[in-house]
């Protein structure tokens, strides 16, 4: 069975930091991840998908990395910025075809002007 | 583009009654996801479903609980008999295809047991 631990839990940082947020799943028999942004009483956008082979995807200020066989994934924030404030979900998928996410408790991101 | 639309954003029922939640995925997408957000949780999968089929259901509890995802209209999760314990927020999701492509999820439905 999956498990996905996220590090930290929360992060509180000032604007124009550079920071890393860290995923670690225990099945690396995985199809690829997705890290996704929730906002209070929001759903779930959808920010990076890394498939199994890829090593690294990159859409603007955002990089995430993947090491499968290690089973940890980063997902690195440039320049952050308040409107980055949210809880950052990583998610490895498995089952029928990678169907199945199973998600961390997330990370509790707060960028302070 | 809209996005996947869920409706009620917001559900009230009393224990013992009937829920039905309705998911309409992005167009062109024919590949259907219903996750569940118990409070101070992560998301949980519950079920993936195609036009007609459930594809993986293994997620789904046993009882009270069931999907459906027609040939025409939207995707409806049922739940029967609610409890206090259904309530939650409940996230669909949608893709193009089922194998490698991105998720994309609606606002959820916010279910309150009474």
């Known amino acids: 069975k999956q498990e996905v631990t996220q590090i930290p839990a929360a992060l509180s940082v000032p604007e124009g930091e550079n920071l890393v947020l860290n995923c670690s799943f225990t099945d690396s028999a995985i199809y690829n991840l997705q890290w996704f942004r929730q906002d209070p009483g929001k759903g779930l956008t959808s920010l990076l998908l890394?498939?199994?082979?890829?090593r690294e995807q990159t859409s603007g200020r955002l990089n995430a990395s993947l090491d499968k066989s290690s089973g940890r994934s980063t997902l690195y924030i440039a320049a952050s910025q308040p409107g980055d404030s949210a809880t950052y979900l990583c998610?490895?998928?498995?089952?029928?075809?990678?169907?199945?996410?199973?998600f961390g408790e997330g990370t509790q991101l707060t960028v302070n002007p | 583009n809209a996005g996947v639309m869920q409706n009620p954003r917001h559900l009230v029922r009393r224990r013992g009654q009937e829920a039905r939640l309705r998911c309409s995925p992005m167009k062109g997408h024919s590949h259907v996801y219903w996750y569940r957000q118990l409070p101070e949780e992560g998301l949980k999968f519950m079920v993936y479903?195609?036009?007609?089929?459930?594809?993986?259901e293994s997620g789904m509890p046993k009882e009270r609980f069931s999907a459906e995802f027609p040939k025409e209209g939207p995707s409806i999760l049922r739940i029967q008999q609610v409890v206090r314990g259904d309530s939650a927020a409940y996230f669909c999701?949608?893709?193009?295809?089922?194998?490698?492509?991105?998720?994309?999820f609606g606002n959820g439905t916010r279910l309150t047991v009474t």
């Open positions: 890394i498939q199994s082979s890829q």
């Open positions: 999701a949608s893709s193009r295809q089922g194998n490698n492509s991105p998720l994309h």
């Open positions: 998610a490895p998928a498995d089952g029928t075809s990678g169907s199945r996410l199973t």
């Open positions: 479903l195609q036009k007609e089929n459930i594809i993986d």
